[in-house]
């Protein structure tokens, strides 16, 4: 079955840098990947997703690029905010999308003001 | 993007007892599931709830541990059954919407004394 690893695992930034979250999948066949932000006590909330007919996409001072080749995805984002500090989660799945998705260990990024 | 309410948000409760968690969404969807998190860890999804038929489960979880029931598209629930202190997580419902996203409950925290 799928395997999606990410790093890194914690994160720390100053405020207005930009951060860099990875992501390797196992299964070609996997051709949707959403981003999950959550926050302490929060329920998991899709900041931006791609498929895999599209290289890259943006939305503000997110980004997600994808490279079906090696099989690894990215989540980029621009001048960091405290709000932004928070656990992040990268997923995939095959299928029609939504289905049987396999999530990443996730990674803690903390924003210092 | 569906409203998906969820109960109960906590609860403790002792071992060898069971819970049912409910989860109610205001618009008929496709594609219900039952996610896990343990503290401090990713999400791996326990099953999905399927209207009118049994649950499909992932490996390592089980209908009499888990059993799950989908009367109808816009509501399920989810029972842990003879909890014991490593059952301790989150359960989230989560619900995929026609645009093949995946949206996610508030969930429920529970603790297993």
């Known amino acids: 079955g799928e395997n999606v690893e990410q790093h890194p695992s914690t994160l720390s930034v100053q405020e207005g840098d930009s951060a860099v979250i990875k992501c390797t999948y196992s299964?070609?066949?996997?051709?949707?990947f959403p981003w999950y932000k959550q926050e302490l006590g929060k329920r998991p909330q899709l900041i931006i997703d791609i498929r895999s007919n599209v290289g890259e996409k943006k939305d503000q001072r997110i980004a997600v690029t994808l490279n079906k080749t090696a099989k690894h995805f990215s989540l980029h984002i621009t001048e960091t905010q405290p709000e932004d500090s928070a656990v992040y989660f990268c997923a995939a799945s095959r299928g029609s999308g939504s289905e049987k998705l396999v999530f990443g260990k996730g990674t803690k990024l903390t924003v210092n003001p | 993007s569906a409203v998906i309410s969820q109960k109960p948000s906590r609860d403790i409760c002792q071992r060898g007892t069971s819970l049912t968690i409910q989860c109610q969404v205001d618009?008929?969807?496709?594609?219900m599931f039952w996610y896990r998190q343990q503290p401090g860890q990713s999400l791996t999804l326990i099953a999905t709830?399927?209207?009118?038929?049994?649950?499909?489960?992932e490996s390592g979880f089980v209908i009499d541990k888990f059993p799950i029931s989908r009367p109808n598209l816009t509501f399920s629930t989810l029972t842990v059954s003879n909890m014991s202190p490593e059952d301790s997580s989150i359960y989230l419902c989560?619900?995929?919407?026609?645009?093949?996203?995946?949206?996610f409950g508030s969930g429920t925290q529970l603790s297993v004394l």
């Open positions: 299964d070609s066949a996997s051709n949707y």
């Open positions: 618009s008929q969807v496709t594609m």
């Open positions: 989560s619900v995929g919407a026609s645009s093949e996203k995946l949206f």
């Open positions: 709830a399927n209207q009118g038929s049994e649950a499909t489960y």
